[in-house]
């Protein structure tokens, strides 16, 4: 049974660009949530997709965007990228968007240069 | 607005030792608590969560925690620290009164050394 997944690992970007990231739920699982974790700190809630749509949403500003697919996969997507952006980038995945038994990903870690 | 505060950032004990972090979370309504454990490059891993009941809950790798609600507390605990045990340890709350979303709010996170 795998777990939740994340692709890719790492990747590098400049300043200006727009990058995609994603994730794959644990199977059986239909709620997915993305969680920013800069460098020494604790992760920050972005949003999370049930049923394809956000249900809640973080702190964040616009230039981040998500999708949920109808196989509970999701994408982040994140635009006109910043230098404070760098950081990693948790997906978690539950049954139900209530639920807080939630199994988290080992995440993709972003630079931005 | 939630809020989780782990007042240490680094402690170092020694491989044998008793281990507690400190956590204190501002919440107004039934808060859930949690406890994660991130060893590096790797995601989080849940040690244990507490939702209502009894208020001393017991984890996985030999951890527990202790809800106190009068001081708005949830430390975690560990009698005898292995060398394994070396990570950064996340304290976080959720909440307990809505049903339509399962939102986590961190603390900054406490790095934990163990000395041979």
């Known amino acids: 049974d795998a777990g939740v997944t994340q692709s890719p690992t790492h990747l590098i970007k400049t300043r200006g660009q727009q990058v995609t990231l994603r994730c794959s739920p644990k199977s059986g699982h239909d709620t997915v949530s993305w969680y920013q974790q800069a460098l020494g700190q604790g992760p920050q809630f972005i949003f999370q997709?049930?049923?394809?749509?956000?249900?809640q949403r973080g702190n964040f500003p616009d230039r981040f965007s998500g999708h949920q697919f109808p196989n509970y996969s999701s994408e982040l997507n994140v635009n006109a990228l910043l230098l404070g952006d760098s950081a990693l980038y948790l997906c978690a995945s539950s049954l139900g968007e209530g639920s807080y038994e939630q199994y988290f990903g080992p995440g993709t870690r972003l630079t931005v240069t | 607005a939630q809020s989780v505060t782990q007042p240490d950032i680094h402690i170092t004990v020694s491989e044998g030792a008793s281990l507690e972090l400190r956590c204190n979370y501002s919440?107004?309504?039934?808060?859930?608590l949690f406890w994660y454990v991130q060893s590096p490059g790797q995601g989080l891993q849940l040690l244990l969560k507490?939702?209502?009941?009894?208020?001393l809950v017991q984890g996985i790798k030999g951890f527990e925690a202790e809800f106190k609600r009068s001081q708005s507390s949830f430390n975690l605990r560990k009698p005898s620290v292995h060398w394994s045990d070396a990570a950064e340890y996340f304290c976080?709350?959720?909440?307990?009164?809505?049903?339509?979303?399962?939102?986590?709010?961190f603390g900054g996170g406490t790095r934990l050394m163990v000395k041979p």
């Open positions: 919440y107004g309504a039934t808060p859930y």
């Open positions: 976080a709350v959720g909440d307990g009164s809505n049903n339509a979303g399962n939102m986590l709010t």
């Open positions: 507490y939702f209502s009941g009894d208020t």
């Open positions: 997709y049930y049923e394809e749509e956000e249900r």
